[in-house]
C-alpha cells in the first residue's frame, strides 16, 4: 500500500505541474483528493492492515495528501493571479480621455418669465407678496366683491373642497390678504406670483392649471394715469421699447372701472398678422381701478385711499414672447421643446 500512495503522490504531482487552467486543476482535485478520488480509493483497504502498520500508512497517506493539497494552492494562486492581472489589462480605463459631461438643467421657460416680470417690477418699487393656494369662499370671492349667488361668479368654474373651501381661481385674495395685513397703512404696492385653478378643458389657450402674476397699487391719490403709465413701462421692459399698449373697457366684479390690455403685435410690429388675427393687438391682461367694497373689506377708506390692480396668465406672456402656440408645451415635460430655452 505504501508503494501505492508513492506512486500515486508522483502521477499527482507530474499532472499538477502540466495543469493549464483553473477549471482543469479543480478536475485534479476531485479526482485526488475527492470523496471517491483516488487517494480515498486506496485508503478503504487500512482495514486489512496490521495494527503495526496502520499508523505508518496513515502517516505516508497525510504525507500524499499534504504534498498534493500544497501544489494545489500554488497553482490556485498563480492561476488567481493571472486572472486578476487579465481583467486589471482588459477593464483598464484611460484617465486621459475626456468623461461624459454630465447633463446640466435649466430653468423651465416659464419660471424664466415669471422671475423676468417680477425682476421689472421689483424695479419699479413693488415688493412679492403670496398666499394660500387652497383658498376660503370669503377671501376668493366675497371679499373681492363677489357675494354668494352672484352671476359673476359662473365666469369662473370653481374646484369646490367643501362649501366654504377651494382651489384658488385666481392670486387675487393675495390682494386682499395683503390689504388687511398692512392696517390701513399705505402705501401698498405688491405683486402675487402664484398657481391658480378652475375647471376648464385643456387645449391649446387653456389649462385647469395655471400661473398668475397680479399686481396692486393703494394709496392716496392713485389714478387711472397711474395705472397704464405702468403697464406701459412693464411691456416696454418685456417685450422692447416699441411696444403700444391699449386699454380697452371691460367688466371685473372687484374693479371699478376695468378694462383689458391690448399690446403691439411682437410678430407684425402693429401692421396685422395671422398671430394678431391682421389686427395689430394682442390681449394679455385685465386691470382696472380697485373696486370702493374690495377696499372695504382690505380695511381701507375708499373716500380717502385709491387703488389699482392688474391680473396676467405667466403662460400667456410667455406664449408670446417666445411666439408658442399652444400652453400645453409648457406641461409636456418634452426635452426636445424645454432645451431651446437653456441658454435663452
Not at 390678504?177 to 397703512?185: F, L, S, Y
Not at 387645449?203 to 392716496?220: K, N, R, Y
Request: glycine residues 8%; contains cysteine; negative net charge.
Amino acid at each position: 500500500m505504501k508503494e501505492r500512495l508513492e506512486a500515486l503522490r508522483r502521477e499527482a504531482l507530474d499532472r499538477l505541474e502540466a495543469v493549464a487552467d483553473a477549471a482543469a486543476l479543480n478536475d485534479l482535485r476531485v479526482e485526488y483528493l475527492g470523496k471517491k478520488g483516488k487517494l480515498t480509493e486506496i485508503l478503504r483497504g487500512m482495514g486489512g492492515l496490521s495494527a503495526e502498520e496502520r499508523p505508518v500508512i496513515g502517516q505516508v497517506a497525510n504525507d500524499v495528501r499534504a504534498a498534493i493539497e500544497e501544489v494545489l494552492a500554488n497553482k490556485q494562486e498563480a492561476f488567481d493571479r493571472a486572472e486578476t492581472a487579465r481583467r486589471l489589462r482588459a477593464e483598464t480605463i484611460d484617465v486621459t480621455l475626456p468623461g461624459k459631461a454630465p447633463a446640466i438643467g435649466s430653468l423651465h421657460p416659464l419660471t424664466k418669465v415669471q422671475e423676468e416680470i417680477e425682476d421689472i417690477f421689483l424695479g419699479m418699487g413693488y415688493q412679492i407678496a403670496e398666499g394660500p393656494e387652497v383658498e376660503t369662499d370669503y377671501f376668493n370671492f366675497e371679499a373681492l366683491n363677489l357675494p354668494k349667488n352672484h352671476p359673476a361668479r359662473d365666469m369662473q368654474d370653481s374646484f369646490y373642497i367643501t362649501d366654504e373651501i377651494l382651489l384658488r381661481t385666481h392670486t387675487s385674495p393675495v390682494q386682499v390678504r395683503t390689504m388687511q395685513a398692512a392696517n390701513g397703512k399705505t402705501p401698498v404696492k405688491i405683486i402675487c406670483p402664484g398657481k391658480v385653478y378652475r375647471r376648464d378643458d385643456d387645449d391649446a389657450t387653456h389649462s385647469f392649471m395655471f400661473q398668475q402674476i397680479e399686481g396692486l397699487v393703494v394709496g392716496p391719490n392713485i389714478r387711472m394715469s397711474d395705472l397704464k403709465g405702468t403697464l406701459l413701462q412693464f411691456v416696454r421692459e418685456m417685450y422692447g421699447p416699441q411696444m403700444q399698449i391699449r386699454l380697452r373697457p371691460s367688466f371685473f366684479p372687484f374693479t371699478e372701472p376695468g378694462a383689458e390690455v391690448d399690446v403691439t403685435c411682437a410678430k407684425c410690429g402693429g401692421h396685422g398678422c395671422r398671430m394678431c388675427k391682421h389686427t395689430g393687438w394682442i390681449e394679455i391682461l385685465g386691470c382696472g381701478m380697485v373696486h370702493p367694497k374690495v377696499l372695504e373689506h382690505g380695511g381701507y377708506d375708499p373716500t380717502e385711499v385709491s387703488g389699482f390692480a392688474f391680473g396676467m396668465g405667466i403662460e400667456r406672456i410667455a406664449l408670446l414672447k417666445y411666439e408658442i402656440d399652444d400652453i400645453r408645451h409648457f406641461y409636456s415635460n418634452d426635452l426636445r421643446f424645454l432645451k431651446q430655452f437653456a441658454k435663452m
